[in-house]
């Protein structure tokens, strides 16, 4: 994990830039880092970004109590898996890393609303559509079994055709990242999601 040591610590200085305490966290790997609007988005919930570049689940798991410290949220948005699938990861590790990280949060935090934006489809890992998608099942079927506090964002289904392959448009010049477009579906996802799921406490 020491390749995100640079990021971890930006991640915990952050904090001190500050003026205000957030109470919406997004974190993440370089979907949410790279989400250049996000906190502009989601102003009126005090959203702040908390996404570094290249993170897996596990690294989200691993480095949550060293960049969560100092913050209180409300409630918590994650994106990750993407890059774990992409570096050989089975689904099953994936879901096992989204467990861990659930419990750490609960441990923190009890039950604050959480989000958990399910995995893309890209050109780029196209090959991998397969474990993709059983991963997300497998968390989306984990929290509805729970019917607990976590709630499954499906932009999967958002950013294909009716053919099931990834709509152009929705994707950086790379085939992985998501272009401005792409961040608009998102941004209308989670909208969505938290009016229909959230109420402030």
Known sequence: MFWYEEDVKGLENKRNTE???????FYGSSSIRLW???EEDFKDLNAIN???????????AWFFDRIFAPYQPEKIVVYAGDNDIGDGKRPEEVFTYYQELAFLI????????CYFISLKPSFRRWNLIGSFKYANSLIE?????????????????DMIDAQ??????YFDDDGLHLSTEGYLIWK???????????TKI
């Open 188 to 198: 209308k996802a989670v909208q969505e999601a938290f009016a229909t799921t959230y």
């Open 36 to 38: 250049q609007t996000l």
């Open 164 to 169: 099931g392959y990834p709509l152009k448009p």
């Open 50 to 60: 908390l996404g570094f570049g290249g993170s897996t689940l596990a690294a989200c």
């Open 106 to 113: 609960k441990k923190k935090y009890g039950n604050i609303p």
């Open 19 to 25: 003026i205000k305490q957030p109470y919406t966290i």
């Open 141 to 157: 079927n984990e929290i509805i079994k729970n019917n607990n506090n976590w709630h499954f964002i499906n932009i999967f289904d």
